[in-house]
């Protein structure tokens, strides 16, 4: 669907959090995940003031959740500083070396002083309760075909724990993330297209790998969106990990606002008011004690209750489309979902076991009129009394239009309800971690060392090597750059060296793992190369079992495999062996039998010698049979 977004006023900012491949940041840990647990202990949060007094809504309604947190780790990835058993040593020199060349990259100013913050986060991802951060460096900006974006903020954080499993009441994490050096990027909301949102991710991408320095992988990148239009509200979107998704994503977001403002707009023509949405809740379990719907007879059956509430001037908008297949219905259903696993509303009934006669009964008992609607929960009746709440809740917002929120991106680019908005009413001074002095020494040293853009190296590649622009972008693009220059020093002809990282090694993606082939291996085979041991196409074969076999080296498999090149005495013997057995097409055909020999000689040779003397002796043998 294309919209005006100039007509609807769109704005969208990002923020762009990727991982630094250093130590810990605030301990000399190692940054890597592990599996193997030798401990684990449990805890639980609650929120505190921020220094204004005030308490985070976001931080609230987590607390309200009641869990209890539980941390799994490895002596190995964590000390006692992420136990919250020990204050945080100093930052890594590293990590913060890198953020600045980051800042350089990105046109922003360096801060003179960096000073580290505590930003409360109780979702259990942090034992101490709170995430340490600090602004390294401002005003810097992305220049698009739209216009310039801003950077306001460039910041390094650390991470949280990754979840491991969800229990009734209980998280259980892993503590080997918590704490890896996370740089922070925040644009202004200059950015009026979904093109233009995926042009300046890319642009702060590219300076991030440039430093060689981020991690790679699932999980090390996360990209928020920040998305409004005219008359709508303010909504994060959490969790981007695709670049190419966020058009779409930015696009099922409009859709989405401007539908629940047409709702918001049918509601007020209805003239319904916040007022007439009441917590009054309706026990209805009497009507469903014969129904055949499973999901309400077995609550009844464990006890509980089925509870109705009345929504006037809700009849026909509950049920209405949003987002594709996400309806008003499921974003109240999100709501209640942290107290049940659904609830039932008047436009998608009867289905699901409920039958037309006990939504009449229903109707009848709530004294509904023609536009008014109602909700249902089946579960213990308290229970079910708050995720009822929630149904209101989430009602009374829809008459106002669009709420703020923070939500999930889906896989298909539709959105889902996480938490409330966060204020700024969650951040307070950190008191273990002394100011720390840029010197302008440091900056320096940074600035007049900065890396290559992604960009300026394809470009250099181009005009130095003489390489196809899509084998220098896949270079580029897979970080298979540096060991391209270190080959082609060394004496590798870089149409060659391109031609095995990118074709050779991409070739056998589908075949086999190629992510077990190290820089080594592939050092190792081209040193075998420029020695004489091997032909050019023995790589593919030797690249193949190392895959599968990394243990092994490129020698051991050339060996094993018998594709260390043949003397020149050896191949000749060979071809002379394919040319007589072939002689009488080669007196018929001639040079045109050229193609057949060359076949059947490589089918014995690949590997094993190299293709141009292949050729020669092929093309010279034929010619002494033709002549004679």
């Keep these: 669907m294309e919209f005006d977004y100039k007509e609807l006023g769109l704005k969208v900012g990002l923020e762009i959090h990727r991982q630094l491949d250093t130590k810990k940041l605030f301990s000399p840990v190692p940054s890597d995940l592990h599996e193997d647990v030798d401990f684990r202990f449990q805890r639980r949060l609650r929120p505190t003031m921020s220094e204004l007094g005030e308490i985070d809504p976001a931080a609230l309604e987590e607390f309200k959740k009641g869990r209890t947190f539980v941390y799994e780790g490895n002596h190995r990835f964590t000390d006692l500083v992420y136990m919250d058993e020990e204050p945080p040593h100093k930052p890594d020199e590293e990590a913060l070396r890198i953020s600045l060349q980051i800042a350089y990259l990105l046109n922003a100013i360096p801060v003179d002083e960096v000073h580290f913050m505590r930003k409360i986060v109780i979702d259990g991802s942090n034992v101490s309760g709170f995430q340490r951060t600090a602004i390294i460096a401002m005003n810097g900006r992305v220049d698009t075909p739209w216009g310039s974006v801003g950077i306001p ?120 008011k916040q007022e007439d949405i009441k917590e009054a809740f309706y026990d209805v379990t009497e009507i469903f004690k014969n129904t055949d719907s499973k999901i309400i007879a077995r609550a009844i059956k464990k006890g509980g209750k089925v509870l109705a509430v009345k929504l006037p001037g809700f009849r026909g908008l509950i049920g209405r489309e949003i987002q594709p297949g996400r309806r008003l219905g499921t974003e109240m259903a999100d709501r209640a979902r942290k107290y049940v696993r659904g609830i039932f509303h008047i436009d998608e009934l009867p289905n699901y076991g409920i039958s037309g006669s006990e939504v009449n009964e229903v109707v ?10 109602f909700v249902l929960v089946a579960a213990e009746e308290e229970t079910a009394r708050k995720a009822l709440r929630e149904v209101v809740k989430r009602a009374r917002e829809a008459i106002e239009g669009v709420p703020e929120e923070t939500r999930r991106a889906l896989p298909d680019g539709n959105t889902q309800y996480m938490r409330p908005l966060p204020g700024k009413a969650r951040m307070y001074p950190e008191t273990d971690i002394p100011p720390i002095l840029i010197a302008d020494r440091m900056k320096g040293e ?101 895959a599968e076999n990394p243990n092994k080296t490129a020698k051991q498999v050339a060996e094993e495999k018998g594709l260390t090149l043949l003397s020149e005495e050896e191949v000749e013997r060979i071809i002379e062996e394919v040319v007589m057995a072939n002689i009488e097409v080669i007196r018929a055909k001639g040079m045109g039998a050229m193609g057949m020999i060359m076949g059947r000689a490589m089918a014995k040779l690949r590997g094993r010698a190299d293709g141009k003397l292949v050729s020669s002796l092929v093309r010279k043998k034929i010619q002494e049979l033709a002549g004679s």
């Design 153 to 272: 903020t460039i910041c390094l954080e650390e991470d949280a724990c990754r979840i491991v499993e969800r229990e009734d009441g209980k998280v259980i994490y892993r503590l080997d993330r918590l704490g890896i050096p996370l740089v922070e990027i925040a644009t202004t909301p200059d950015i009026h297209h979904p093109e233009q949102a995926k042009v300046v991710a890319k642009y702060i991408g590219d300076a991030l790998r440039a430093t060689r320095k981020v991690k790679r992988g699932l999980g090390t990148i996360r990209q928020d969106l920040n998305i409004s239009i005219r008359g709508g509200a303010r909504i994060e979107i959490k969790g981007v990990q695709e670049l190419d998704m966020i058009p779409l994503i930015i696009e099922r977001e409009v859709e989405r606002q401007m539908n629940l403002l047409k709702i918001r707009d049918e509601l007020r023509r209805r003239e319904v």
């Design 446 to 546: 940074i600035l007049a060392n900065l890396p290559e853009l992604p960009q300026e190296r394809v470009e250099r590649y181009i005009r130095e090597y003489r390489i196809d622009r899509s084998l220098a972008e896949t270079l580029v693009n897979d970080e298979r750059d540096e060991l391209f220059e270190e080959l082609v020093k060394n004496g590798v002809k870089p149409s060659l060296a391109a031609s095995i990282l990118v074709v050779v090694l991409k070739g056998l993606k589908k075949e086999a793992p190629i992510e077990n082939i190290t820089d080594e291996h592939i050092r190792e085979a081209f040193e075998l190369y420029l020695g004489g041991k091997i032909a050019k196409e023995a790589f593919e074969e030797i690249f193949k079992e190392l």
């Design 364 to 373: 009848e008992r709530l004294g509904l009129g023609e536009n008014d609607a």
